[in-house]
């Protein structure tokens, strides 16, 4: 899909841009650190073709923790609803992303959802095939589906930076494999999770995936059922509820739409019917969201009312 520079647009991204000195991009994965702060840009893709963006949406940003939606719609796909959520569970935590504290503390070891770096493990464990390549492979074709895109790869670069430094990744693992809810080698299993969160791209084809999520799993060009209505209603409500890590109330009250964020500044949001939005500001706050594209998107959703409540 063809899309247009917005003026209109263009204010929006110029006022939340200020904002982008208030946030330091992370470092805990150090190929991270090479962001530049000052980025700011977006993409909306609607469901007639037209698409509109502001600021730079040529930059290429690895998804983060925006793949836990993607792989999470994958194996809801590919092994069912009992199968997935009888080893990852479905309440939000309150806690940080990559906190280890629930899981000692409640009766099963099971985590409590596929949005917290403990459950995406799970998930990402899930992904069935004989290699780790095999794996990755059908988690970047669904990807390359979704975004309409067959360019979209990994970032081999990013994948390794993180994969050298994942020990609290590692050790919620071993806590895991402990409990049997997994059962693979650590190793093997962070391999495949940092290539999956390593899956690169920009603004567009960020847009493009949050418009099938907001058009319950249809390809905006072709009509086609890419995944299941139940699916995509299911990674929404995720996206809802535990989306933008601990401010997820904040944002469900403040702003009102199905949204995921990563570390790398990337913003997925999925108006319910109306549109796809990507969003890439590696400026980030101390709860891991983009400190301006949180800010755009609250501009957004009020100038336009795009609250679903
Ligand atoms: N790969 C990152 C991690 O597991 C993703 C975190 C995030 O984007 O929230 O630490």
Redesign the pocket.
Known sequence: MPCQKDQELKKHVEYAKQFTKEGKV?T??PELGKANPNDLSIAIHFPDGRCISAGDITKKFT??????VVALAYVLMDRGFDYVFERVGMEPTGDP??SIVRLETMDVAKPLNPMI?AG?LVVTHMIDGETVEERLQKLLTFTRELAGNEQIDFNPSVAAS?FET?N??RALCYFLKQHQIITEDVETLIDL??KQ??IEMNCLDLARIGLVFAMNGVDPETGKQIMPDGVARICKTFMVTCGM?NASGEFAIKIGIPAK????GGIMGAVPGRLGIGIFGPALDEK?NSVAGMKLLEHLSKSYQLSMF
């Open positions: 992370a805990y994965i998804l983060q923790s925006i793949s836990k992303f990559n770096n995406a993180e994942a609290l990744n999770y940092t969160c390593a890590y964020s990563g570390v790398s891991g």
